[in-house]
């Protein structure tokens, strides 16, 4: 079954750039890949977008309202229902904590894709920071059913990338290809600025590619740097970005969007942060070694780039560093674990039934499980099989599987009852759907039906200590320490819950 319908209100101009609706472009991708269909509302929409967005099979419905305003919000909201939209996705600094209420007042679920915390409050059923330097407390002020997507595990990235997951990249010892990219607008003219510095470079067999963004203005003023006797080629609005990465052994790149992209393709980069949101976002990567921060708009010189370009060239073991923690960062499957989350906010539970059987198994067998479980060694079918029939005989034995609003199989909950009113609780969640705080939600639902259906009035979880993403997931569900314990001769976290 499809994914339904998204509504997404992103801009793009010289202002502001391209980048909002790009990485709302990968997810509509996204979406569209997981049987959806997606829509975008822009605000004075540039010629750009609609040929861009319209080569996405996404239609652009205009807003007549000054962007971020309460008229904006309300026209949005309208657009969605004739739309039947069972998402609005809203990414742009213009979008204040008002606009989110008025979405979730008029009854439609949200995303809010956000950089840095720029809200006074959040109530949209999910918040996404991409960024390596997200954080929760910059989100303390926010509903209790907002959830948090935090991190690059989330990077938005557009569809042409997801045949480069598993490309790995050849550090060349003698490295000579540059690729530039200044973001969509460049407003400040930095594309021009980076072809003065590869002007000035002494580098053997020097080749660059510069690409120039849709909504750049200053194509003619770049068409003479480029023909200064370098073999530099300008190249605009270009839908192989991958490929050109791919080609390229440095990057001289604005701190925005791109930089998830070079991450995935293990590019290293000097990044230049043309905009304040882009700041924490070139100093985190500086600082986990993927790319070297150049600065500011106001402190990046040509002569500043050339003098950082040329040793990162010629040093072969500073790149094949800056690749390998790039490709340890981002995975490329972020797109994809956002896709996910919105379709998983509904969660059903079931009894397990005899055809659930070999899917157990599967989910038991998987490396990450059976890591974290107290036996470690894998499981043949032939044990599962018998373990699953004798299970399902037994009454103080309950296995749930939990299911999204289209019946597909998100994870597993399990309840060993015991005498005196205990049980002993195990959840797992299918590898493809962690991270995104399912785990949590499986104890809670799963918990309200236990009480309901049973006289249990105690709950026991046991987890290896190392296991700090499993100890947390029952500590949001409502568990408490209570010590140390032992299973199977290994040592355990023991939590408790006790109904109220």
């Known amino acids: 079954m499809g994914k339904g319908r998204l509504l997404i209100r992103a801009d793009a101009n010289v202002a502001m750039g391209t980048g909002h609706v790009m990485r709302c472009l990968a997810l509509a991708q996204a979406w569209q890949d997981a049987g959806g269909n997606a829509t975008f509302a822009m605000a004075q929409p540039s010629a750009w977008a609609g040929e861009r967005l319209s080569r996405e099979s996404t239609e652009v419905l205009e807003i007549s309202g000054s962007a971020g305003s309460e008229e904006d ?25 008002n606009y989110q209420r008025t979405l979730k007042a008029a009854g439609f679920k949200t995303l809010f894709l956000d950089d840095y915390g720029h809200c006074e409050s959040y109530c ?36 042409e990338f997801n045949a480069w997951r598993e490309w790995r990249r050849e550090i060349a010892p003698a490295a000579h290809r540059v690729l530039v990219t200044m973001g969509g607008a460049d407003p400040e003219n930095f594309t021009g600025r980076a072809l003065q510095a590869l002007n000035s470079m002494a580098v053997n067999e020097l080749e ?25 080629t300008l190249r ?4 192989n970005m991958a490929e ?49 921060r150049l600065g500011s708009s106001i402190d990046v010189s040509s002569e500043k780039i050339m003098e950082r370009a040329e040793p990162l060239l010629k040093s072969v073991g500073d790149r094949q560093a800056m690749s390998r923690r790039c490709r340890e960062l981002v995975d490329g499957k972020g797109a994809a674990r956002v896709v996910s989350a919105l379709s998983n906010t509904s969660l059903h539970l079931r009894p397990a039934q005899e055809e659930d059987a070999r899917l157990l198994w599967e989910w038991a ?19 599962h099989a018998a373990w699953f029939a004798e299970r399902r005989r037994e009454n103080h034995l309950r296995i749930w599987i939990a299911e999204d609003d289209w019946g597909t199989p998100v994870g597993q909950i399990r309840f060993d009852q015991h005498a005196g009113g205990d049980a002993e609780i195990d959840i797992s969640v299918a590898r493809e759907l962690r991270g995104q705080g399912l785990g949590v939600e499986l104890i809670r639902q799963a918990m309200q039906s236990l009480w309901s259906a049973t006289s249990c009035v105690r709950l026991h979880a046991f987890v290896k200590p190392e296991n700090v993403v499993s100890v ?16 199977q001769g290994n040592e355990a976290v ?3 819950y006790e109904a109220t």
């Open 365 to 383: 067998n998987d490396p990450q499980v059976r890591a974290a479980s107290f036996s470690s060694a894998p499981i043949p079918w032939s044990t």
């Open 244 to 292: 050109l990465m791919a080609w390229a052994d440095l990057a001289v790149s604005a701190a925005g969007t791109t930089c998830w992209e070079m991450c995935l393709m293990g590019l290293p980069a000097l990044l230049i942060d043309l905009a304040a949101n882009q700041t924490a976002v070139a100093r985190e990567l500086d600082r986990r070694g993927c790319a070297i």
């Open 73 to 97: 919000a309300e026209q949005t909201a309208v657009l969605a229902g004739e739309n039947a939209a069972d998402w609005i996705v809203v990414d742009g600094y213009q979008f204040a904590a």
């Open 124 to 159: 949209a059923d999910f918040v996404l920071n991409q960024n390596a330097s997200a954080d929760e407390a910059a989100y303390r002020n926010r509903e209790a059913h907002t959830r948090l997507l935090l991190g690059p595990q989330y990077c938005l990235l557009r569809r």
């Open 208 to 232: 660059a590619v510069v690409v120039v963004g849709g909504s750049n203005m200053h194509s003619a003023a770049l068409q003479p740097l480029a023909g200064a006797g370098k073999r530099i």
């Open 236 to 239: 605009r609005d270009v839908l």
């Open 472 to 487: 947390k997931a029952f500590e949001k569900g409502g568990f408490r320490r209570v010590g140390m314990g032992e299973v």
């Open 494 to 496: 023991h939590l408790i």
